[in-house]
T-cell receptor, first 112, second 115 residues
Framework: DAKTTQPNSMESNEEEPVHLPCNHS???????IHWYRQLPSQGPEYVIH???SNVNNRMASLAIAEDRKSSTLILHRATLRDAAVYYC?????????????FGKGTRLSVIA | DAGVTQSPTHLIKTRGQHVTLRCSPI?????VSWYQQVLGQGPQFIFQ???????GRGNFPDRFSARQFPNYSSELNVNALLLGDSALYLC??????????????FGPGTRLLVL
């Protein structure tokens, strides 16, 4: 599986936008970029995924670089409930049957 | 709609014992995957089942086994428990195995402590 690199931790003020970066320089043409987050004492939660175009949903936005070697998860207004570990994961969706390969993720702290 | 449910929520065992963890997927989901998460690390893949058949296995010893039932619920069994098996065991379900239906939804996990 192609690897991703994320900062170990980040900090944000409440109600400010947060940009969580992810580098994936060895991404292949069929790899989708997935983001999951894990709140304290909970299982991981799907956030968003994309292939080439930027994506928006009710939770976040995903900005994908033109060369696809990096991406950024954007939380438009961080709340205290967004404090979690955020995982950037590559999945070859075309081959199917691929488990999620988690790294250590980015621990996001939100300050009131 | 109910999400993925797991039982028990917490469990304490001693070395050498065996344990059975249970998972009920979201209604209509046909695939179940199991992950182990030790403290401070991301979850590690153990097994994936689809339509009662094993479709993937991670790098875990044969002491770990699983099965999926006709109602798509699943059990994870671990024999001859070691201290290092202490972890949060997560179950995830997905509608199918391909495309957007492959998005996995996780349960809250079972926290296992081996003494």
């Amino acid at each position: 599986d192609a690897k991703t690199t994320q900062p170990n931790s980040m900090e944000s003020n409440e109600e400010e936008p947060v940009h969580l970066p992810c580098n994936h320089s060895t991404i292949s043409g069929t790899d989708y970029i997935h983001w999951y987050r894990q709140l304290p004492s909970q299982g991981p939660e799907y956030v968003i995924h994309g292939l080439t175009s930027n994506v928006n949903n009710r939770m976040a936005s995903l900005a994908i670089a033109e060369d696809r070697k990096s991406s950024t998860l954007i939380l438009h207004r961080a709340t205290l409930r967004d404090a979690a570990v955020y995982y950037c994961i590559l999945r070859d969706m075309d081959s199917g049957n691929t488990p999620l390969v988690f790294g250590k993720g980015t621990r996001l702290s939100v300050i009131a | 709609d109910a999400g993925v449910t797991q039982s028990p929520t917490h469990l304490i065992k001693t070395r050498g014992q065996h344990v059975t963890l249970r998972c009920s997927p979201i209604s209509g989901h046909k695939s179940v995957s199991w992950y182990q998460q030790v403290l401070g690390q991301g979850p590690q893949f153990i097994f994936q089942y689809y339509e009662k058949e094993e479709r993937g296995r991670g790098n875990f010893p044969d002491r770990f086994s699983a099965r999926q039932f006709p109602n798509y619920s699943s059990e994870l069994n671990v024999n001859a428990l070691l201290l290092g098996d202490s972890a949060l065991y997560l179950c995830a379900s997905s509608l199918d195995l391909a495309g957007d239906q492959e998005t996995q939804y996780f349960g809250p996990g079972t926290r296992l402590l081996v003494l």
